[in-house]
């Protein structure tokens, strides 16, 4: 079972920006799309963005477009997600995910099988 440890979030103005890291356990990281997903208070969790386990394709929800993006060391076991000009509704636990399938891309929720403990994302007004 892979574990999924994010890191990097916090308190920032609306147009900052932050970098999310997630660090995945194994040596099998390489073959999987990873996603980022977030939670907002009273709201269901909703795909962020997601990135092929090469990295030749990534994907964004519309809301982040153009503002986010992923990427992934996989010599690190690592994927990130860069947020600029961030906005207060952009407020949300977010969460690393492996997709349960190797060598599969997608952007479903219910494709991603293991996950991250999440990191808080707080973006004052």
């Known amino acids: 079972q892979v574990q999924l440890v994010e890191s990097g979030g916090g308190l920032v103005p609306a147009g900052g920006s932050l970098r999310l890291s997630c660090a995945a356990s194994?040596?099998?990281?390489?073959?999987?799309?990873m996603g980022w997903f977030r939670q907002a208070p009273g709201k269901e969790r909703e795909f962020v963005a997601a990135i092929s386990w090469g990295g030749g394709t990534t994907g964004y929800a519309d809301s982040v477009k153009g503002r986010f993006t992923i990427s992934r060391d996989n010599a690190k076991n690592q994927v990130y997600l860069q947020m600029n000009r961030l906005k207060p509704e952009d407020t949300a636990i977010y969460s690393c995910?492996?997709?349960?399938?190797?060598?599969?891309?997608?952007?479903?929720?219910?494709?991603?099988?293991?996950w991250g403990q999440g990191t808080q994302v707080t973006v004052s007004s």
């Open positions: 194994g040596r099998t990281f390489s073959s999987y799309t």
């Open positions: 995910a492996r997709h349960q399938r190797d060598f599969s891309y997608s952007r479903n929720r219910s494709d991603f099988g293991s």
